[in-house]
C-alpha cells in the first residue's frame, strides 16, 4: 500500500503557468511537508503544516502555497513559475509521537 | 544554526567492501538524527534514525550508524557493500523546536564498482 503519494511524477510547464502538485498520505500522520531538491541534491524544506499551524520557510516566494483540503492532503500550488522552479519536489509527513518523516516518491518538475 | 555536514561529496567503493560515509551536525542539544537513502530517479527510505539509548543503532538493508556525542557525529557504516547500495545517501537532524523540521546534508553519493 502507499504511504505517501504524489502526482504527478513528472510535471513539464511553460514559464508564466500556475500548476498545482498533489500530495496524499494514508497514514494518518498529523504534520505534511513540502521539500525541494534542486539540481545539486539539496534539499530544502518549503512547508511544515498541520491542522493548527502553517511554518512557512522565509526563503519561499509567495508564488509557492501549500493548501490542505483535510488532513491526508498537502497540495502545493505555485504560480507564475520561473526557471529556477524547476526542481524535484517532494511531500512528506510525520505522525504527532516521532520525528521521522516519511517521504512521497517526488514531483520532477520543469519549467521550459 | 542548526547544519548537517557530509564531507564527502562522491565515494566509490568496490562490492563487498566495508563503507562509512561521515556526518557532522551542529546544535546546541542533541538532536534526532536520521539517514536517508535515494536511489536513481525515487523518493527517500529512511535507513536509520537515533532518538536516544543505545548510541548504535541498526538499520535496514544492513546499515548501522553510531551516535558520537564529542564529535557530533553521525556515520553510516556497512560491512561489505552491494551493488544495489549505489545511491545517494542523506543525513538530515530533526529539531523539535522549530515545527519537527529536518535538516539535512548535501548528500553523499555512492558508487559501486564489481
Known amino acids: 500500500d502507499t504511504a505517501v503519494s504524489q502526482t504527478p511524477k513528472y510535471l513539464v510547464t511553460q514559464m508564466g503557468n500556475d500548476k498545482s502538485i498533489k500530495c496524499e498520505q494514508n497514514?494518518?500522520?498529523?504534520?505534511m511537508y513540502w521539500y525541494k531538491q534542486d539540481s545539486k541534491k539539496f534539499l530544502k524544506i518549503m512547508f511544515s503544516?498541520?491542522?493548527?499551524?502553517?511554518?512557512i520557510n522565509e526563503t519561499v516566494p509567495n508564488r509557492f502555497s501549500p493548501k490542505s483540503p483535510d488532513k491526508a492532503h498537502l497540495n502545493l500550488h505555485i504560480n507564475s513559475l520561473e526557471l529556477g522552479d524547476s526542481a524535484v519536489y517532494f511531500c512528506?509527513?510525520?505522525?504527532?509521537?516521532?520525528?521521522?518523516?516519511?517521504f512521497g516518491p517526488g514531483t520532477r518538475l520543469t519549467v521550459l | 544554526a542548526q547544519s548537517v555536514t557530509q564531507p564527502d561529496i562522491h565515494i566509490t567503493v568496490s562490492e563487498g567492501a566495508s563503507l562509512e560515509l561521515r556526518c557532522n551536525y551542529s546544535?546546541?542539544?542533541?538532536?534526532?538524527l536520521f539517514w536517508y537513502v535515494q536511489s536513481p530517479g525515487q523518493g527517500l527510505q529512511l535507513l536509520l534514525k537515533?532518538?536516544?539509548?543505545?548510541?548504535l543503532v541498526q538499520g535496514i538493508k544492513g546499515f548501522e550508524a553510531e551516535f558520537k556525542r564529542s564529535q557530533s557525529s553521525f556515520n553510516l557504516r556497512k560491512p561489505s557493500v552491494h551493488w544495489s547500495d549505489a545511491a545517494e545517501y542523506f543525513c538530515?537532524?530533526?529539531?523539535?523546536?522549530?515545527?519537527?523540521?529536518?535538516?539535512f546534508g548535501t548528500g553523499t553519493s555512492l558508487t559501486v564498482i564489481p
Open positions: 538530515a537532524v530533526g529539531v523539535s523546536n522549530t515545527g519537527n523540521q529536518f535538516y
Open positions: 512528506a509527513s510525520r505522525p504527532g509521537y516521532t520525528d521521522t518523516q516519511y
Open positions: 503544516y498541520n491542522n493548527k499551524e502553517l511554518i
Open positions: 537515533y532518538f536516544s539509548g543505545d548510541t
Open positions: 546544535y546546541g542539544a542533541t538532536p534526532y
Open positions: 497514514l494518518g500522520h498529523d504534520t
